[in-house]
């Protein structure tokens, strides 16, 4: 049997039943109750507004801090709310809106945010992701130092440069006592690399960015919820 003492799990394309859906694999939500009932420590790893991630992992039973806003926010109950970045991104993602607005749409969540900031493409511009996020990462970089911009296949995030979901992990597991060799994770996103790449046992989704499958330790047979559900069967020795 695989010792993990820890698992990180991204939410969106990871948990859901596939990554063009915000749909929770029921399957997946029943994998991770076993594995908290293993007495393994489960936190979920989010771009998301904290309230989503925390309200989420309460309502699935999970047992370990939640991290949002691309790793710049940590919540645990012992030990409250924990703040990772030091600078907010609302002015170049105002910017952003402003200067691209033909591309952008703005997001309901950013009223919940306290340091990313969130945009998303309109519809008919998605299939050009990514030639539009190196004009707008251009954009940032070069009159914002310190922040820059992600796309998760969801939408972009307007972040500071030096806090991400590695960061996040990183801490957590620090806390915790715990050495990221004993640690898994699963993600689907190239912006899921930066946390899985320091994990003992790190898996992408069968249907991941294919940047993510190159830096991982194991490439799952299942996309989205249903490879959730084979790490853990093989993290618990199924």
Do not use: C, H, K
């Given at each position: 049997m695989v010792r993990v003492k820890a698992l990180f799990l991204?939410?969106?394309?990871?948990?859901?039943?596939?990554?063009?859906?915000y749909r929770f694999s029921l399957e997946a939500i029943a994998a991770l109750r076993r594995v908290v009932d293993s007495g393994v420590i489960v936190s979920l790893v989010s771009s998301n507004a904290l309230p989503i991630v925390v309200g989420l992992s309460r309502y699935i039973g999970l047992n370990g801090p939640v991290i949002g806003e691309t790793g710049s926010l940590v919540y645990y109950d012992e030990w409250g709310l924990v703040g990772l970045a030091t600078k907010s991104a609302r002015e170049p993602y105002e910017a952003l809106l402003r200067e691209y607005g033909v591309f952008l749409e703005d997001s309901?969540?950013?009223r919940f945010r306290v340091f990313e900031y969130v945009l998303k493409l309109k519809r008919e511009y998605v299939g050009g992701a990514r030639s539009i996020l190196v004009k707008l990462r251009r954009?940032?970089?070069s009159r914002y130092p310190g922040f820059t911009v992600d796309y998760s296949g969801y939408a972009l995030h307007v972040r500071q440069v030096d806090v991400d979901k590695k960061r996040a992990v990183l801490?957590?597991?620090?806390?915790?006592?715990?050495?990221?060799?004993?640690?898994?994770?699963?993600?689907?996103?190239?912006?899921d690399s930066s946390f899985l790449s320091v994990l003992g046992y790190s898996a992408a989704v069968a249907n991941a960015d294919d940047e993510l499958k190159e830096c991982v330790r194991f490439v799952l047979s299942k996309p989205s919820g249903l490879g959730v559900v084979e790490f853990?069967?093989?993290i618990l020795g199924g």
């Open positions: 991204d939410i969106d394309g990871t948990l859901t039943i596939d990554r063009s859906s309901w969540q950013n954009f940032v970089e801490y957590i597991l620090g806390r915790l006592g715990i050495d990221p060799a004993e640690a898994g994770g699963v993600g689907d996103s190239y912006m853990i069967d093989y």
